[in-house]
């Protein structure tokens, strides 16, 4: 009986030492094999995020080279052009036809309101006749608005008045017969020669000497209206009326191009 009771003890010992050992197993099992699986979760869910931001900042840094190559392209070409006139670029239509719309070098209108006639139909200009003048009355004599309203007063024009710093001003429209000869006649016996022709003043004395800047002027504008109208003859006021007239004074023809 005693050994009985012996046996029964020692194996429910036995027992509780395998619960215990089944526990701590079950408990091991729990806490170390959940924490890998939440590791692992947590790997697999952030690996594939930084994977996608890497793929991202390849991807721009190659778009960022791309751009730098492309400008430092453009750059390159734009220096070659630059230093090769025969690469710059034809002009367009547009631009073409702006330029060819440019007639005259800077002209700047003065219109008067007396002194010419306007013709009833259009007439034919061949000839340039070159005067000289000054302001008579005024303290000034190469005051552009004491000569103009000299002009007026004596109810003449012309349809050019080139001051001493060489500025142009159109006085009368070349398409007006402006009257600046007078009683004149061409050496090829024409008469009435403001029918004909484009007065062109430039403001000098008797005793003066012309500038420059007017040489430079006069012939900027023969040159143009010779683009404009079939030119044969640029005269003096003295070779149309030399029995009246002598300027345009000390005017140096060979300076006359």
Do not use: C
């Amino acid at each position: 009986m005693k050994s009985y009771r012996v046996y029964t003890v020692y194996m429910g010992l036995i027992g509780l030492l395998v619960t215990v050992l089944l526990m701590i197993l079950g408990a091991g099992y729990f806490f170390f094999g959940s924490s890998s699986s939440r590791i692992s979760l947590t790997n697999d869910t952030v690996l594939p995020d930084i994977t996608q931001e890497l793929s991202r900042y390849e991807e721009a840094k190659k778009q960022s080279e791309d751009v730098k190559n492309l400008v430092e392209q453009k750059a390159t070409e734009t220096m070659k052009s630059a230093d090769d006139p025969t690469s710059a670029p034809t002009p367009s239509v547009e631009m073409k036809k702006v330029e060819s719309d440019i007639e005259q070098p800077g002209i700047i209108n003065r219109l008067m309101s007396t002194g010419f006639s306007v013709p009833s139909k259009s007439r034919t200009i061949d000839t340039i006749v070159l005067h000289s003048s000054y302001d008579l009355n005024g303290s000034d004599p190469y005051s552009v608005s004491g000569v103009i309203k000299e002009y007026t007063d004596y109810g003449v024009s012309a349809h050019y008045l080139i001051d001493r710093k060489g500025n142009i001003y159109r006085l009368v429209e070349d398409k007006n017969i402006a009257y600046h000869a007078g009683v004149s006649k061409m050496p090829d016996n024409r008469k009435n020669v403001n029918d004909f022709s484009i007065g062109i003043e430039m403001m000098n004395t008797e005793t003066g000497q012309f500038t420059n800047a007017q040489y430079g002027a006069v012939n900027n504008l023969i040159a143009s209206l010779k683009k404009k109208y079939p030119i044969k003859s640029v005269v003096g006021h003295s070779d149309i009326a030399p029995d009246r007239k002598t300027d345009p004074w000390n005017f140096d023809w060979k300076r006359l191009q």
